[in-house]
């Protein structure tokens, strides 16, 4: 692939990473359009569109005159009849392009699909998705590939291989491209049902941090909610991970003793600082030795609780500041060693491990 080329992917990249981000009020009577056609696909006449104003409305709200049936409820959306008509038409539709690309295409393809497609995918994973998860609450785990469909991430990926690759796809495959497009760009999520589609406004303020190799993005704000909408539902977010509000407004030592679960905990440690919490804990220093898998730097072995012990180091590569991070790691109580704990993260011996040239 031409180095133009490559750049022109990344452009298309980021320009699907900006929509999917988007904080920007909905275009209401662009997505009804887009979503009325893509229900005549599968043959059915266009809904009545119920707007709700975050996702989490959207999923606990009725829609006025509707009765749903039981098997309509949030946790059991698997069994929705119309979510996987829609992901069938979308495979359909993929396949039908994916034919389009022929072999001479298919190098272009491969990167396509890496750095534009992964890349994107990587991102709404944890982003986007984060914000739908809480919405379902923790108790339901996205098994549907419902998500999927709405995602940027493959709308992006035939996007760049039309206008980076030259691609030519047939009227009629443009055409039902462009629905799914009009909608993604649009609104935020929708969720189908017979009668009545309901779709969710997007958020009014949206905070990310960049952390891969390919510019990808996940959820964080370290002062306040990463995702904040329009009717005050919130989502607070630490590197990535969906957190407790008190984790980002309260990290108290007595919080995170309380806490159970064990990446939460992390984070608010993380939020704290591994040296303050440290001293604010009172937690009891068992050894320290210098780090043979990163020279320069210290590991400190502690007593935490439990029977378990952490093991704090610095990480071996550097940030995108240009600091290097320190983070701690939970070991069995057992371990005295501050290397031997090292080597046993990695599932190495002390021996082992201080052969290590530099770990990352």
Known sequence: MSVLVQREAAEIREEWLGRALSTLPADRPAAEAAISELYRLIGLDPPRFHWASSPVAALTTVPPGVRLRPSEAV??????????RFSSLMRQLCRELDARV???HQPMDRLIRQKVRGSLSRSVNDSLLVSVQT????????RNDWYGTLSVSWLAHYDALRRAA?????????????????????????????????????????????????????LHRADGPAVRYADGWEVHSWHGT?????????????????????EVRRCAIEHVGW????????????????????????LRLFDMRQETRVLVAVNGSVERDGRRRRYGLTVPGFLDDPIAAAGWTYGLSAAQ????VRRT
């Open 135 to 142: 919405a379902h609450d923790s108790s339901y785990r996205l």
């Open 166 to 218: 030259g691609v030519v796809f047939t009227p009629e495959q443009t055409r039902r491209l462009d629905l799914w497009t009009t909608a993604a760009r649009s609104c935020g999520w929708w969720w189908p049902r017979e009668d009545v589609c309901v779709i969710a406004e997007r958020p009014i303020a949206m905070r990310t941090e960049v952390w891969g190799d390919d510019g990808e993005v996940r």
């Open 75 to 84: 946790d059991r959306m698997s069994e929705w009849p119309l979510p996987p």
């Open 353 to 356: 491990y201080s052969l290590l």
């Open 275 to 298: 040296t303050s919490y440290i001293e604010q804990a009172g937690l009891r220093l068992v050894a320290s030795a210098p780090d043979p898998g990163n020279p320069g730097s210290e």
């Open 102 to 104: 022929r072999w001479v």
């Open 242 to 262: 969906r957190v407790p509000s008190w984790v980002i407004t309260d990290p108290s030592v007595q919080r995170i003793a309380r806490e159970t679960n064990v």
